[in-house]
């Protein structure tokens, strides 16, 4: 079985070009301008053969570049900037060996971590060219992530201390700068999805909101339950369309 990238446009749908040849590819995401950003490698869905990750642009497929790995490398979204986010692997070739990029004008900027973390990768960018993700440690733990000016930051250092949740990965930005993803609500273990606002204040109740001030509160890292982390080993699979991507367990 093979999969192709395409796009729909004016009712057709339109198969996208692979890179160099590669059998299978998917594509990610879309801007106004009509740039689409994906991947492309063997046997998609199968084996962790991500080996390009890929923009499209006036029919043509340019291949982004790595960070020296074979496998991982997967654009997740484009700006109308034409800056694109997503992930690269590095030279180890692991399960746990890929970090967030920020391509732009032809450079593929390396993200990093957050500290103590192993790897990353980033899922949005908006129009202010803010990036958000997750960083994981070398366990599986992982934390929601805003990456601007050249700076990560966990984004639970800018909620409310007292909040019942903990921020565990971020999918999408946009230019108001709200934030939307997963988190785990800590008193129950149950997984919700959380919608950040920027805000000078802390809204009521069970709501994160984000600092605009970026006034960081210090909150302990947290050890996800097993089923969270499966979870996110399920997402993460399911992402890079990888059916078996391995994350160690404690």
């Known amino acids: 079985m093979q999969a192709k990238p395409v796009i729909w446009r004016n009712g057709n749908v339109q198969e996208l070009p692979t890179f160099g040849g590669d059998p299978d590819g998917q ?12 991947t492309s490698g063997l046997c998609i869905g199968i084996a962790p053969d991500q080996h390009h990750a890929l923009l499209w642009q006036d029919g043509t497929v340019t291949d982004l570049g790595n960070f020296g790995g074979i496998d991982h490398n997967v654009a997740f979204d484009i700006s109308n900037q034409g800056q694109v986010v997503g992930s690269s692997g590095l ?20 993200l990093g971590t957050l500290p103590g973390d192993v790897a990353s990768l980033a899922e949005g960018i908006n129009s202010k060219g803010q990036v958000v993700g997750g960083s994981f440690d070398k366990n599986g733990n992982n934390r929601a992530f805003l990456w601007q000016n050249g700076v990560m930051t966990d984004l639970n250092t800018l909620i409310p201390a007292d909040s019942p949740l903990f921020l ?19 008193s129950t273990n149950e997984v919700h999805g959380f919608l950040l606002t920027p805000s000078h204040g802390h809204g009521p109740g069970e709501n994160a909101t984000l600092a605009a001030r970026g006034e960081a509160s210090q909150r302990p890292k947290v050890v996800l339950p097993e089923h969270v982390r499966e979870m996110v080993r399920q997402r993460l699979s399911d992402r890079f369309r990888i059916p078996g991507l391995r994350m160690p367990k404690d």
Not at 33 to 38: D, F, L, N, Y
Not at 92 to 106: I, K, P
Not at 168 to 186: D, K, M, P, W, Y
């Open 168 to 186: 565990i990965e971020a999918f999408s930005n946009n230019s108001r700068g709200q934030i939307a993803g997963v988190a785990l609500q800590t």
């Open 91 to 110: 030279p180890a070739n692991t399960d746990l060996s890929f970090h967030a990029f920020l391509w732009q004008n032809g450079v593929m900027t390396d």
């Open 27 to 38: 594509a990610s995401a879309i801007n106004e301008i009509g740039q689409a950003v994906g």
